[in-house]
């Protein structure tokens, strides 16, 4: 409020008491305890711009949000720029009826976020499914929803580094990252192999992981895509 002020009093004579663009008066005398003091009001001009800059500093706050947390997502180059309005329907039916469905979900965000719901996407290898969950993400981020787009395999490299002497970061840090993600999208579940003859059990770590951030308690949103063979 007290840049708005000087920028229209610097428009203003201080033997002029009112706003050279509305008329109105924006210097009152008052009197207390018989000593008149001269202050000056804000008119309605004053209170338009004030509103004004309000509403960009918080834009412009939402939009550094966004950016931050398109940083954080790990979309990557290709699907940065994937929204539902740049997206072709009407050439798949089984396509157009998942984008339907994805779209309605991000329509009723706070609700199907709130709730725990997710989708789980399955279908032949280049039919859309990434590009959906990308969508989506993107979507959700437009609202500053805090989502993460990865894939069991760098979960599981996530997890193996918690192995690490030299590394500082812990199981429980890694687990705590994840509970600040309100919407996890794994990409093509399922192409990682995990088998206890492997000897790799970072693997079922992470599927450990997963589930302890998705429980009962968390209902945490999540959504597969998965490529049928």
């Known amino acids: 409020m007290e840049s708005t002020l000087k920028s229209f009093a610097q428009n203003i004579p201080n033997s002029e008491e009112i706003c050279s663009v509305c008329g109105a008066k924006i210097l009152r005398t008052a009197e207390f305890m018989g000593i008149k003091r001269t202050f000056r009001v804000m ?4 209170q338009k711009q004030q509103e004004e ?13 966004i950016e931050k947390l398109k940083r954080l997502s790990l ?25 339907k469905r994805c779209r309605k979900y991000c329509e009723l965000y706070e609700e199907t976020i709130k709730n725990g719901y997710g989708i789980y996407l399955f279908g032949d290898k280049g039919v859309g499914k990434t590009h959906l969950t990308a969508c989506m993400a993107n979507d959700l981020m437009t609202n500053c929803v ?6 069991l ?58 589930s302890s951030i998705s429980g009962t308690t968390t209902k945490k949103p999540l959504f597969f895509q998965v490529t049928t063979v």
């Open 43 to 46: 008119c309605k001009c004053m």
């Open 53 to 65: 800059e309000k509403i960009r500093q918080e834009n412009q706050e939402r939009m550094r949000k």
């Open 75 to 99: 979309l990557g180059e290709r699907y940065k720029n994937a929204t539902f309005e740049n997206s072709k329907t009407g050439i798949n039916s089984s396509f157009d009826r998942a984008f």
């Open 146 to 151: 805090p989502v993460l787009f990865t894939s």
């Open 153 to 210: 395999f760098e979960v599981s490299k996530a997890v193996k580094s918690t192995f690490n002497r030299e590394s500082s970061l812990t199981e429980q840090n890694l687990i705590e990252r994840f509970a600040n993600i309100d919407v996890l999208f794994f990409d093509d579940l399922g192409t990682e192999i995990f088998s206890k003859n492997s000897g790799d059990t970072h693997g079922f770590k992470a599927f450990f992981l997963i």
